[in-house]
């Protein structure tokens, strides 16, 4: 079993919940974490550019059962953070994709960095950014074009791990790759799997429990990387890769929903959200925003939105067109119609 073993960063925070992760035979555990090592060595003697002798130190401390045991803890009970796009309670280390075990195992490391603890992880786990980077993208460029799998899920959201890695770091070449080449093939990928088109029925109304965590990955993963590319425009004047007018997905589910831990939860959660208004798309929303009628049942149907909902649309829409005028936006958003 994998659970929370008390660990408190500087300011005594102790995370949202006493987090325990799905219960992981310890072997099954290790055989990813061996995988891992594995996979990355033969990237190494594939790669001449790549030194086998700067990462020995980084192997023998990183790729150990107990390091990921403790990584994976850091990164989950921060689920106010990038953990709130894993979905938690089906999260089982010993099947998820490796790429994404890796990713996982590297935001907990740079968190590690503010626990009083005695274990940072971060300076160990930076010198295996770039190889990480190697290895994900690579295993991203591989998933065939329109793979509705949880694997090819998997594979992009390890991909965003990265990105949004590399863009906290302090490494200018990292930073500018994720920039000009990583996000931009993130895009892509998602954009070629097919998770940018709006399913015909509300992932509230799906009675699989699974097919609702599946189909509500795609839409968070979607909505922080538009929300990501409109930080990009924003602060570094990078191009933007997404469009608004291409986001026909709805936006994500609420907390509740998204955090029901079994079927019998999930089914509860559904049946009171059947009784609300059917679920805005991010274009709809944006259109909406720009619109010259505001009525009571479009301020209803945006009272229920999420902060990080609204924030989103308009962190990732507007930075990305910065249009001379409202009018011009308009029809840019109608432009794909």
């Known amino acids: 079993m ?3 073993d008390g660990i408190h960063d500087a300011a005594g925070y102790s995370g949202d919940i006493a987090l325990t992760l799905p219960a992981t035979p310890v072997d099954g555990l290790e055989a990813q974490v061996r995988l891992l090592e594995d996979d990355l060595r033969k990237l190494i003697n594939n790669r001449p550019n790549l030194n086998d002798a700067v990462y020995q130190d980084s192997f023998a401390t990183f790729f150990t059962c107990a390091t990921f045991h403790k990584l994976l803890t850091l990164f989950f009970r921060r689920r106010q953070l990038l953990a709130r796009m894993i979905h938690w309670p089906t999260f089982n280390p010993a099947t998820v994709d490796p790429g994404l075990l890796l990713a996982i195992a590297l935001c907990g490391a740079a968190y590690s960095h503010h626990s009083v603890e005695p274990f940072d992880y971060a300076a160990t786990a930076s010198k295996l950014h770039q190889l990480a980077e190697k290895y994900i993208f690579r295993r991203m460029k591989r998933c065939p074009a329109s793979d509705a799998s949880p694997a090819a899920l998997e594979v992009c959201q390890a991909a965003y791990l990265v990105v949004f890695l590399q863009l906290s770091g302090s490494d200018y070449d990292a930073r500018r790759r994720a920039i ?6 993130l895009v892509d990928a998602i954009r070629r799997l097919g998770m940018l088109k709006r399913t015909t029925a509300s992932p509230t109304h799906n009675a699989d429990w699974h097919a609702f965590v599946y189909k509500e990955s795609c839409i968070k993963l979607v909505t922080w990387t538009l929300f990501t590319d409109g930080l990009l425009a924003l602060f570094f004047n990078s191009p ?8 026909s997905i709805d936006l994500p589910c609420s907390d509740g929903l998204w955090d029901a831990d079994c ?4 089914e509860e959660e559904e049946n009171e959200e059947k009784q609300t208004l059917q679920p805005l798309c991010i274009k709809e929303v944006m259109e909406e925003l720009l619109g010259d009628d505001w009525d009571d049942t479009i301020a209803a149907a945006y009272g229920r939105l999420s902060v990080f909902s609204l924030y989103s649309v308009i962190g990732g829409g507007f930075p990305g067109f910065r249009p001379t005028s409202i009018s011009a936006y308009k029809s840019q958003l109608t432009s794909a119609e």
Request: avoid cysteine; proline fraction near 14%.
């Open 2 to 4: 994998l659970d929370y």
């Open 180 to 185: 000009t080449k990583r996000h931009p093939a």
């Open 240 to 247: 933007p890769s997404m469009t608004v007018s291409e986001m």
């Open 263 to 266: 079927p019998s939860s999930f």
